[in-house]
């Protein structure tokens, strides 16, 4: 199953979420950060997509 590669705006939120030292790019050049940040990311965007903007904006409250 291929996984889906997370785009640079969840690779961002996951690198302040982990709090390092080392850069964005540097990470990702290192092979074992790469995948922690990826797993990060990937979690980030599940939980990104649970939330309907359209239905906040229409105040629609099951």
């Known amino acids: 199953m291929h996984r ?3 785009d640079r705006a969840a ?3 996951a690198h302040r979420a982990l709090r390092t030292d080392a ?3 540097e990470m990702l050049t290192h092979p ?3 995948i922690i940040l990826e797993a990060v ?3 980030h965007m ?3 997509a649970r939330i309907d903007v359209k239905k906040l ?3 629609d409250h099951d």
Do not use: T
């Open 4 to 6: 889906i590669s997370p």
């Open 11 to 13: 690779l961002e939120v």
């Open 23 to 25: 850069g964005l790019d």
């Open 32 to 34: 074992a950060l790469k």
């Open 41 to 43: 990311a990937r979690r």
């Open 46 to 48: 599940q939980r990104r």
């Open 57 to 59: 904006q229409a105040n």
